[in-house]
Every structure is written in structure tokens, then in C-alpha cells.
């Protein structure tokens, strides 16, 4: 099962609205999207582990976190693709959807995410992300190997919006925000606030920031 074209829409406009109010003027700024990608591709491989010198154990809950992270990325790189155009955007990602690609070509190889290890899939993606590529193919196979569905991403992606939205409204770009709560940062806190509500439920996005705001307000000052 793939996003709805609903959730689609719900999500590249969360995507868009967000990108403005840290700069209304997104879509010329031109940012690059596929290094903030590559970068966080980079944290998911630390946080999965890969020193085989040492013994280290896979922090699942932060490396789907990542991901989620990096899809707000392929979100904003589609949008500004195609000059803020959401409705042509989501025709863009539909188009792949059902493309259903089997093997990636990069670097001259043919790569088969179903026959790769996860860390060999997080490589993949990071080279993919230097070359300024994205491949829902790839992207789709993390997910699955991560243990997470389209609607789970759907319901996660929901919720570190409503934190990016937090985090601008308190600060962040300014530099007056505090990102560790009591030796934590705020995506774990995120994690526990998601846990504890229902992400179906009608006025969700205002309950995340409340929850999130009560707890920052409580341990953060």
C-alpha cells in the first residue's frame, strides 16, 4: 500500500507551509535539498551502527526518525522541482509510485533494494543524494525494512511537522531555541508525545503542540 493522493496533498502542502514561514521566499532560494538528504542519510547510518571494530546496537526508533526527516527533504526537492507547483508535484511522485521500479542504476550498476542489507540501502541513498537524485523505489524498501508502512510515515511525518512548526515558533532559527529537554532532544521527546496520543483523532496537529509545548514549558523553561 502507497500514500493516497489525499495524504499526498496533506502532506506536500504541510511541506510547503512549513518551508514558508522559515522563508517565504522558498522556492527561489533554491536550497539544497539532496545535501540536507545526504546528510541525514549520514545520521541514520550512525544511528544503525557500522564499526565493525566495535560492538554497537541499532537505534531503530532514531533511524526511522531519519527517515522521516529525509522524506520532508524529498518533499521540498519535488516541490521546488517543480517551481511550488503542489498539485504537478503530486502528480510527479504518483507517476513513480506506480512505476514500481525493481533496480536503481547509479554509478554505472544496477542495484536491487530488495536484495540489499539496510545498511547498503542507507549507502545507496546517501550516493544517490551527492549525485542530486532521489528514488521512491529505494526510499520505499528503507521503510519496509525499517519496519514502517506509507501510513506510518503518513502518522510520523505528521508529527515532527507539527515539531519543525514548534521549533520555529520558539526560536530555532533565531538561535533561542533549546533542542536538548533535560539531556534528550526534542525528537525523543517527540517519540514519547506521539506514543501517548491518538494520531487519528480529529485536531491532532493542535494536540501534538500543545503536548509538546506543555512538556518543553515543563522541562525546558
Known amino acids: 500500500m502507497v500514500l493516497t493522493e489525499t495524504q499526498l496533498d496533506a502532506m506536500l502542502d504541510m511541506q510547503d507551509k512549513m518551508n514558508s514561514t522559515v522563508n517565504p521566499e522558498w522556492i527561489k ?111 520505499e524498501s528503507l521503510l519496509h525494512e525499517c519496519g514502517m508502512s506509507w501510513l506510518e510515515l503518513f502518522k510520523q511525518y505528521l508529527g515532527k511537522n507539527v515539531l519543525n512548526v514548534f521549533r520555529q515558533d520558539h526560536g530555532y532559527k533565531a538561535g533561542n531555541y533549546i533542542k536538548e529537554w533535560d539531556g534528550r532532544e526534542d525528537n525523543e521527546h517527540l517519540l514519547e508525545v506521539i506514543g501517548e496520543i491518538d494520531l487519528d483523532a480529529d485536531g491532532v496537529r493542535d494536540t501534538l503542540y500543545k503536548s509538546l509545548k506543555d512538556k518543553y514549558t515543563r522541562i525546558a523553561g
Open 29 to 139: 532560494a533554491k536550497n539544497n535539498w539532496h545535501r540536507a538528504i545526504l546528510v541525514e542519510g549520514v545520521e541514520a547510518i550512525e544511528h544503525h551502527g557500522w564499526k565493525w571494530w566495535k560492538k554497537q546496537e541499532c537505534d531503530m526508533g532514531q533511524l526511522r526518525m531519519e527517515l522521516v526527516d529525509i522524506w520532508h527533504f524529498m518533499l521540498s526537492a519535488v516541490i521546488q522541482n517543480k517551481h511550488g507547483n503542489l498539485p504537478i508535484a503530486k502528480m510527479e511522485l504518483l507517476s513513480e509510485f506506480k512505476l514500481r521500479q525493481k533496480s536503481i542504476q547509479f554509478d554505472n550498476q544496477y542495484y536491487s533494494p530488495t536484495q540489499m542489507e539496510l545498511l547498503d540501502k542507507l549507502d545507496l541513498l546517501v550516493g544517490l543524494a551527492a549525485a542530486r537524485r532521489i528514488n521512491l523505489a529505494l526510499f
